[in-house]
């Protein structure tokens, strides 16, 4: 299963680098089934969702729903087990990560995120901080 990292575009914080991602029917079913906890930098991203559910999940979780352009227009923090979450009809994937990546990210309704593979990030980042390190004006 393919791995992404998540990051926060408008506070500039990562929310995780080791996201599965859940983007076939079989993956999207099996889901966190089986897992006793998240590590710090794990999650899960179900694309296509308009929501999500924790029957049969053990451990609380934060959801972030996305639309297609990856703007955050729902956040649950710390949806606990057997809860059936909302369903959002704009929606158009959902970020199952560990409780309190919420919290520590500062996430909010309306952020941005950039979500890639690991080697796309660290292009990204790499350029990010030479676009920082270049004077301006000369």
Not at 6 to 20: A, D, I, M, T
Not at 41 to 62: A, N, R, Y
Not at 89 to 100: D, F, G, K, N, Y
């Amino acid at each position: 299963m393919e791995r992404v990292c998540v990051f926060n575009k408008s506070r500039q914080s990562f929310l995780s680098l080791g996201v599965k991602v859940a983007d076939t029917h079989l993956s999207r079913l099996i889901g966190l089934l089986g897992r006793r906890a998240l590590k710090s930098d794990e999650g899960l991203w179900v694309v296509p969702s308009q929501g999500i559910h924790t029957i049969g999940v053990l451990f609380p979780l934060d959801v972030i729903y996305l639309d297609e352009d990856h703007r955050v227009i729902h956040l649950i923090e710390s949806l606990g087990t057997f809860r059936i979450a909302p369903v959002r009809m704009q929606c158009a994937s959902v970020l199952e990560l560990r409780s309190r990546t919420i919290y520590t990210s500062q996430t909010q309704v309306g952020d941005e995120l950039l979500i890639c593979p690991v080697s796309e990030m660290e292009v990204h980042w790499k350029a990010r901080q030479t676009s920082e390190v270049l004077p301006t004006g000369t």
